[in-house]
């Protein structure tokens, strides 16, 4: 309760770290979520993804992208330091899906991490360490790309190491956030390790159908109407399962934007509608959707995790994304429309 004897006092760098990164780190599954981000924005075409224990014991995420500079190595753990963006005004055009410069520093300030890292026709790579707040780097062989291993994960954090579920709870969250990286980029080749038995493993060959068989099923994958279309600025394409193949919980639904996997309930509604009177009583749909837009048309700068967005014309987007879901499905679905909505 407040106290008007005790005196406001500004807290110390490590608190606010370790408050400020609470946004960001939620749970094992945040961590994966920023480490793929941060190798999907260096361009990586093969990420290996290993985890044990839930992602308490071990998050090992590694990538064959551009890898990091040494002169960028003793900025790369400050909370607030990017490459990706100069100024606010940068946001408008953002295609990168980081640009916050804080994962590093907010993971850092609640784990242990291990980089490993080299730039293309470096002499050398580099590893650093930082364990308890400190940091040690030194030369260490390595093709080109990035390793970040993180350990001890909240354990200077208990009270959010209570709040964590079980293992296999923690893990289902992680295979979620890998599942949605992976259809969002069919081009890059994913695989993902728990506690040393291969869990997920996608091909890499561009065709959003050849990955959604690895994450939904080869039966779904080979049955889904391929979804089309384009207005103006804005296109949508991908993948959406035949009514039959509903699911009995809304698991199914992907939505990414420009890229970017989002959480977006008017989408969801979106395609629920487009499926109305399709489905049985019950069922949710099972579809793979990505928009195009310009980046100036959406706002993705709402909370510190990057997966809620503003559009600024919700309406046009949910019509257009209803409507191109729809056709999608009436062009091709044998089943007959009941209660066609206007
Ligand atoms: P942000 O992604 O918002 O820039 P991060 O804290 O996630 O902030 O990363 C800080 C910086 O470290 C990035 O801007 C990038 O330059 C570099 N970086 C992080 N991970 C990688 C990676 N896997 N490959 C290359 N560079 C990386
Ligand atoms: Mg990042």
Redesign the pocket.
Known sequence: MYNPTVPIKLLDSKTVARIAAGEVVERPASVVK??I???L??G?RNLDIEIKGGGTGLIR?S?D????APA?LP??FT?H????ITSFDDLTGIM???????????ITSVADVELL?AVANAPSGCLVIRRDGRTSDKPAARTR??S?SVSHLFKAVPARLKFLKTDATETGHIVNVVSNYALARPEVRFTLTVDGRRSLNTPGTGQLRDTAAEILGRETASRMIDVEAAAESLSVSGLAAPPDAGRANRTGLFFFVNQRWVKSPMLSRAVEEAYHGLLTVGRYPVAVINLTLPPADIDINIHPAKTEIKFHQDNRIFNFVRQSVRSALIGESPVPVIGEPV
């Open positions: 920023e480490l981000e941060n190798a924005d260096a990586a995420v990538d992208g551009c890898g990091i960028d900025l790369v909370r330091a990017t490459s990706k990168s899906l980081g640009f916050r410069g804080e994962a590093l520093g907010s890292t790309g990035t970040i």
